[in-house]
């Protein structure tokens, strides 16, 4: 196929003044006309407006263009508007390349008008370079399946359903639990409002058991789940249950023969279950099964009492586990948290001492529909607790046994807890240890007040240890009263830990399923936490309720109803635009060393190594951070739009002229061009000698981009990106650090200083600190010495040829690799 | 586990005690607050 003939039209704006004022935009043009393959350059005094739109689009058609270049503002403004004007001429959009004479030129450089003009026309040579190597791409339709999957089904996976089967979407509900209700049916009344949970909580997992578009999967576990975004495909083990839930009708003659007797989770232990079992009286699915774990035994059946009292005959003790598969668009991960087991604590004596209990035991002894029906007795003697302490922050804010983060809900489910103790026994003495107590939350400080006013006495300080009478079983307990500053000691009846929660133990196997990560304190990430707090990293998942942070059942909800509308908004659409800067795998020199798919964030670079068929781009889950292209050692991933080719022809032409006195300056999109872009907005002025290279992510700085900057002279190359945790691309920069190690490491072996390669995090709202650096790099540039420069240009050039000529790879892995 | 690092902005260098297990940790140099801060490698004895 012959080859097109390149016809680029170079569109110089003078944004009225704020170009014009300090560039000299006609000299910018003229230079323009000279660069190769230009075939028209035209200024305009605002290229944005209709009638400079209208001039692009009319010197397409005129001069057959078939590339287009506008110098004016920052392409995070106008990028989209330029596309649309090119397309709307019959461009592909992406034969566009916009770059930015404006907050990176004239507003930083207003008083050099030479030094500005002379940048100008740098940029504008830059972006014809990568112009001529701009290439049609086309953004992706990806089907979407109108259906979602909620896995957890606590009171934020039931909301999230709900929402969602209620805006008219199909919903399938996993719980692993033999019922939905999750913490919150276990808990007797809710702060502040002091209402009964399973009151309120019941009539909403009744709807979603009769809802026509929930399939209600209790006892189930998702196994794997393939697929992208909007077209996922979930893998459902239902375990047995061994009693047919949907002719069961609850009549609990199985229970009653049944000679199995177990322990009652749901009643914390204090009474006993059988083996056949109904989770809880309201439990949803409304119905028996059996636990067959404790049973005695169904190969052979060894007793089967459970099926000869059962009148439905609805038992079949040879019931085997059922494998579902799903097909869903979305995914909402509502699998809660688990509460913190304190029995670690050798101090608080938890187990040792049968009155030391925890506060989810407490909601149980407390609870109408609890063990004691409400009547709160301490276990020891069965007796009632006229002298309770509380002791906050267990396994909380703290460093060493337990979490270090607050719990959130702790403080004020032990102010409602003093509360109901108050309205059982107006008499009862409460004492409550805490650090801090914190009721931030609306109506928390009212109830606090009730429960100060009630008499329930709170005393600043933990204590260090609990000790037993071992005749009456009460308890001492030893603090330090911080606010009075002297040692206070309480003989008590009855302790109640304020136990804190935790991810879930089942999360790690989750997060492998969905390929989810999780922040530090072990809860999963968001992709944004403030502006997109309900997705997750992965496009297409979403999170409701304790499984992103802990969080009360008011926050629970709100956020399942977040979770339910943005996935409602995925699922309305009939197709999804994929994104088009996307890897693409040369597989004739992929060698499957799964290196891409290692660094890649988003799980989109699949590698059979074994096989050696070489890696797979899922195209749907790319987002184009590039990360793989730069981590593959053997060049065999391109990324689209921004390839080695287009990078490295910007930095030649950059540096083709006066080299030693310019400053290669490589930018993420999201943070540190955007922090640029501040920078020049607020007028902020620095020196004129940078050149930027802007990347979708850091994580695309290729070694090779940033060796090639030196061999051609580059006195200092600056690499920057987001802050590390603030990356837009997940933790794609966290391989721009190790990357940059590897590179300083290797510069000290050629012989090359490895200060002339500066590292820095700009994050977009950090303008005057992008300025600051600037200025400092220009002071760093001046003090390289020409002779280096040279020397550094020799030994990388000598290098570059030697490894062209010998094209084994290089002498140590990439830390990708070796991980 | 303790890393050596300096500080290619301003040259100071300094000891750090990091664990792996708690992933990668963003670099600044106390002194100058910048990021260009390298790890040293091990000297070979």
């Known amino acids: 196929m012959a080859e097109e003939e390149l016809r680029i039209g170079v569109f110089v704006c003078d944004c009225g003044l704020n170009i014009a004022g300090s560039v000299d935009t006609e000299e910018v043009r003229l230079s323009a006309e000279k660069l190769p393959d230009v075939t028209v350059s035209v200024r305009n005094r605002y290229t944005c407006a209709d009638p400079g739109q209208a001039e692009i689009k009319r010197y397409i058609k005129e001069y057959n263009l078939n590339r287009v270049v506008v110098a004016s503002c920052t392409p995070r403004l106008h990028e989209s508007t330029f596309r649309k004007c090119v397309e709307d001429a019959g461009l592909n959009p992406y034969l566009l390349e916009m770059t930015s004479i404006r907050e990176h030129c004239s507003w930083v450089h207003l008083y050099d008008r030479e030094s500005a003009t002379k940048k100008a026309k740098d940029i504008v040579k830059i972006a014809v370079a990568r112009a001529r190597l701009l290439q049609p791409q086309h953004e992706m339709e990806i089907p979407v399946t109108d259906a979602a999957l909620v896995i957890g089904g606590g009171v934020a996976g039931i909301q999230a359903a709900l929402d969602l089967a209620d805006a008219g979407h199909q919903v399938y509900l996993v719980e692993e639990k033999p019922s939905i209700g999750g913490i919150m049916a276990e808990l007797d009344k809710t702060f502040p409002t002091m209402d009964c949970s399973i009151c309120v909580l019941g009539p909403k997992m009744m709807d979603v058991g009769r809802h026509p578009r929930i399939n209600l999967m209790d006892y189930s576990t998702v196994e794997s789940v393939s697929g992208y975004v909007g077209n996922f495909k979930v893998r459902i083990r239902r375990k047995a249950r061994y009693v047919d839930e949907t002719v069961c009708n609850v009549c609990g003659k199985c229970a009653e023969v049944c000679p199995v007797v177990l322990p009652d989770e749901f009643q914390q232990g204090f009474s006993s279950r059988k083996a056949a079992y109904i989770a809880f009286p309201q439990a949803v699915p409304s119905a028996f099964l059996i636990d067959m774990e404790h049973c005695l035994g169904n190969k052979p059946v060894a007793c089967a009492k459970c099926m000869d009292a059962c009148e439905k005959k609805c038992i079949d003790l040879h019931a085997q586990d059922r494998i579902t598969e799903v097909e869903v668009g979305a995914i909402i991960v509502a699998t809660g948290m688990d509460v913190y087991d304190p029995a670690q604590l050798d101090e608080y004596g938890y187990t040792l001492f049968e009155n030391v209990i925890t506060s989810m035991e407490f909601e149980r002894l407390i609870c109408g529909g609890g063990p004691t029906e409400g009547h709160l007795v301490r276990p020891s003697d069965h007796k009632t607790p006229k002298r309770i302490g509380f002791i906050q922050c267990v396994g909380s804010r703290t460093e060493n046994r337990g979490n270090p983060y607050c719990s959130n809900v702790c403080c004020m489910n032990t102010v409602k807890d003093s509360l109901l103790i108050k309205e059982h026994d107006p008499e009862a003495e409460i004492v409550v240890f805490y650090m801090d107590i914190r009721a931030f939350g609306k109506g928390f400080e009212d109830l606090l007040r009730r429960s100060r006013d009630a008499g329930v006495r709170y005393i600043r300080g933990l204590p260090g240890e609990i000790r037993e009478d071992p005749v009456t079983k009460n308890l001492l307990v030893k603090v330090e009263n911080t606010t009075t500053s002297r040692i206070e000691q309480y003989d008590l009846d009855m302790v109640v830990l304020s136990v804190g929660m935790e991810p879930k133990a089942s999360l790690k196997k989750l997060m492998s399923v969905l390929n989810l990560s999780q922040t530090s304190d072990g809860f999963l990430m968001e992709a944004h936490p403030k502006l997109r707090p309900v997705d997750a990293p992965t496009p297409g998942i979403f999170y409701a309720g304790c499984v992103e942070a802990p969080k009360d059942i008011k926050d629970s909800v709100t956020q399942a109803g977040a979770a339910a509308a943005r996935s409602s908004i995925l699922l309305n659409s009939a197709v999804l635009k994929g994104e088009a800067i996307k890897a693409i795998v040369d597989l004739e020199k992929c060698n499957s060393c799964g290196v891409c798919a290692r660094v890649c964030p988003y799980g989109a670079m699949k590698v059979d190594i074994k096989a050696k068929s070489g890696a797979q781009v899922v195209a749907a889950a790319c987002a184009g951070c590039g990360t793989c292209a730069a981590e593959c050692r053997f060049d065999a991933i391109t990324m689209q739009h921004f390839s080695d080719a287009q990078v490295l022809a910007q930095i030649e032409a950059a540096l083709e002229n006066d080299p030693e006195q310019k400053i290669i300056t490589f930018l993420c999109n999201w943070c540190s061009y955007a922090a640029g872009d501040l920078a020049g907005v607020s007028r902020m002025q620095f020196p004129p000698n940078n050149r930027f290279i802007r990347t979708m992510c850091s994580g695309r700085v290729d070694e090779s981009f940033i060796l090639r900057a030196f061999e051609k002279g580059a006195p200092v190359v600056l690499l920057s990106g987001c802050h590390l945790g603030d990356c837009h691309y997940i933790s794609a920069n966290h391989w721009t650090m190790r990357r940059a190690d590897k590179l300083w490491n290797k510069l000290e072996k050629l012989g090359i200083r490895p200060e002339r390669l500066q590292l820095e995090w700009i994050s977009a709202a950090e303008g005057a600190r992008f300025a600051q650096i600037m200025r400092e790099l220009e002071e760093m540039r001046q003090k390289v010495t020409v002779d280096e420069m040279a020397y550094g240009r020799k030994v990388i050039a000598e290098q570059r040829r030697k490894a062209e000529k010998e094209p084994e790879v290089e002498d140590e892995l990439t830390d990708a690799a070796k991980v | ?45």
């Open chain 2, 1 to 45: 586990m303790e890393e050596q690092l300096k500080c290619l902005h301003c040259g100071f260098e300094y000891k750090v005690t990091t664990d792996p297990k708690k992933g990668l940790h963003e670099r600044v140099c106390p002194k100058c607050k910048s990021n260009s801060v390298r790890r040293l490698p091990e000297k070979k004895e």
